[in-house]
Nanobody, 122 residues
Framework: QVQLVESGGGLVQAGDSLRLSCAAS????????MGWFRQAPGKEREFVAF????????KYADSLKGRFTISRDNGKNTQYLQMNSLKPEDTAVYYC???????????????WGQGTQVTVSS
């Protein structure tokens, strides 16, 4: 049984940083592209970033480049999302997801975590 468990969300002020973690189990972790998505109230789930199985290739949503950094530790079966200079518009539930191929749309991801809330106050 595949499980993806996010952690690290919370309430922060604008300009602060947060690091999200996603612990994976039940799958061959390094075989999967790992991604982050987010969903704000009343909005569709949107792509944030992905990292390849080796960790060498990453891709970000254009609007987030330079502020967010995705990484993974295959020895710990965990991926991370470092979020800096947070803005109120970053407020959303952040989801971890796993895909067998390069993917930037939610439907291409096979497994999902339950999400972690990030709230940025102004």
């Amino acid at each position: 049984q595949v499980q993806l468990v996010e952690s690290g969300g919370g309430l922060v002020q604008a300009g602060d940083s947060l690091r999200l973690s996603c612990a994976a189990s039940g799958l061959t972790f390094r075989s999967y592209i790992m991604g982050w998505f987010r969903q704000a109230p009343g909005k569709e789930r949107e792509f944030v970033a992905f990292v390849s199985g080796s960790g060498l290739t990453t891709k970000y949503a254009d609007s987030l480049k330079g502020r967010f950094t995705i990484s993974r530790d295959n020895g710990k079966n965990t991926q991370y999302l470092q979020m800096n200079s947070l803005k109120p518009e970053d407020t959303a539930v952040y989801y971890c997801a796993a895909s067998l191929g390069i993917a930037t749309t939610a439907r291409q991801y096979l497994y999902w975590g339950q999400g972690t809330q990030v709230t940025v106050s102004s």
